[in-house]
């Protein structure tokens, strides 16, 4: 059996985050979900991690930036793409 058969919970509780920012590659990917379906401690703090980020992605849609700050963005934007370009 290879070394990453299978990953245990700290292995999973180091990577959740990124787990769930799907900033995994496929392999990790898989291994996580296979641990999730076996272990109900981590498939719980998964879900509260997971409930937690979908709130925190509600309340930040309902505030509205400052005008200067959407014109920074906007210029940082620009800059950036204007640089891709170069």
Do not use: G
């Amino acid at each position: 059996m290879r070394e990453l058969d299978r990953f245990n919970c700290e292995q999973v509780f180091k990577r959740l985050d990124d787990y769930l920012d799907r900033e995994l590659n496929t392999e990790e990917t898989e291994l996580i979900k296979e641990h999730l379906e076996i272990c109900q401690w981590c498939a719980d703090t998964y879900e509260f991690q997971a409930e937690v980020l979908v709130s925190v992605r509600e309340r930040v849609q309902r505030v509205a930036a400052p005008p200067q700050l959407r014109d920074r963005i906007a210029a940082a934007l620009q800059r950036a793409r204007a640089e891709s370009t170069e």
